[in-house]
């Protein structure tokens, strides 16, 4: 089945209809390149004094405000990743709308997957108040030069494997992504708000599935215990590198784009979802988990990061598979992108001929 949604965003001084090209206001526009103009000349210290004191007071960055280049850099590097990873992570769980159980979870799993997509839009819109345009970010998807999460290139064998990504990849999103609601960047901080409480819906649907598994026949049974198996350690690698060797976290941390590192939000993590498999019945795979009561926190064992190097690297169980999907999406969508252009294009040059 292919689900198609043609959305149109409005943002503050632009208008994006549906995968056509981008329309800043001419305000926006200047307002970037006046700002690179600043940046290439070294910065303007009383502009950058300012900026950090905005920072301080939490004020929200709006678009048109003056911002030092490498935390423009930041913000594209880490939102339009999020956004492929909401594109790329529509095609795991796309891959069971034709084989769900019955016809309720057929629909809420399309609901979810066409909620992934609209995080995907709204993320591309926010890139896009920062100066960069989405065809652009969707060309370096899919030339494969791109980062997007890990968690997204592994396979997903069974039913029980959609229950899993719910309950522990959306989990983890949620842990992760709560916190962006306070980013420093006004755009992506409100983006977050609303894809945070679809994601909360997105982790219940995949507990409930888990539930019905865990709760069934021995071979349902199994099946649960099999894809927590799976999920449970690519799941912590989401978080990222470890906080020692994680390049971007202090600096994200100081400009208040990350509020917590990659390694606390993991232990957050992992704090909050064991209780949860042991009321499924399900045993966490890892052997040297255990409760630390001096720290009231679990303690957990090594994380295999050559595996999560060699996911990043592009030789994931499932890289090349996704990055196929995409490039095929692309081609088919083009006469809808076209089709949305053209539409838009008539409307204006009317809505012009009648401002005349
Ligand atoms: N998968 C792929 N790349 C990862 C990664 C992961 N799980 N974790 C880190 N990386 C990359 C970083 O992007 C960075 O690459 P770059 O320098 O080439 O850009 C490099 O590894 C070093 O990592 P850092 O810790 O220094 O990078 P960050 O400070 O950016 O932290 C992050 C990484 C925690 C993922 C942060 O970028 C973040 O919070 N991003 C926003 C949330 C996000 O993108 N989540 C992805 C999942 S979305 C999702 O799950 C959708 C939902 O529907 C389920």
């Given at each position: 089945m292919i689900v198609i949604r043609i959305i149109t965003c409005h943002y503050p001084g632009r208008q994006w209809h549906g995968g056509g090209a981008c329309m800043y206001t001419q305000g926006l526009n200047e307002a970037a390149s006046k700002a690179g103009a600043h940046d290439a000349a070294g910065e303007d210290s009383a502009l950058l004094q300012r900026f950090e004191a905005r920072i301080e007071a939490e004020e929200k960055i709006e678009p048109k405000d003056w911002m030092p280049a490498a935390y423009r850099q930041t913000l594209i590097r880490q939102i339009s990743q999020h956004a492929h990873s909401e594109i790329v992570g529509m095609l795991p769980e796309g891959n069971w709308i034709t084989r769900a159980p019955s016809l309720l979870r057929k629909s809420i799993l399309i609901a979810k997957v066409q909620d992934e997509g609209g995080h995907g839009a709204y993320l591309y819109g926010a890139a896009e108040t920062l100066g960069v345009s989405r065809a652009e970010l969707i060309d370096q998807l899919l030339a494969g030069q791109a980062k997007y999460s890990s968690i997204f290139n592994y396979p997903t064998p069974t039913w029980a494997d959609i229950g899993a990504i719910g309950w522990l990849v959306d989990g983890a999103a949620i842990m992760n992504q709560i916190p962006l609601c306070r980013c420093s960047y006004g755009p992506y901080a409100r983006a977050m708000i609303r894809i945070c409480r679809e994601e909360s819906f997105h982790q219940r649907q995949g507990y409930d599935i888990m539930l019905k598994l865990a709760r069934g026949s021995g071979e349902q049974r199994r099946m649960a215990q099999d894809a927590l198996d799976r999920w449970w350690w690519p799941s912590l690698m989401m978080f990222g590198p470890s906080d020692t060797a994680s390049q971007h976290t202090a600096q994200s941390v100081r400009w208040k784009?990350?509020?917590?590192t990659n390694d606390e939000l993991r232990q957050k993590f992992v704090d909050f979802t064991v209780p949860q498999a042991k009321f499924l019945g399900l045993n966490v795979p890892d052997s040297e988990l255990r409760w630390d009561a001096a720290a009231a926190q679990h303690r957990f064992g090594p994380i295999d990061w050559n595996e999560f190097q060699q996911v990043l690297k592009g030789h994931g169980p499932c890289n090349r598979e996704r990055l196929a999907a995409r490039r095929a999406a692309h081609e088919q969508g083009r006469w809808v992108r076209e089709a949305a252009s053209a539409y838009a294009a008539r409307h204006a040059a009317a809505a012009a001929a009648a401002a005349a």
């Open positions: 784009i990350k509020r917590f």
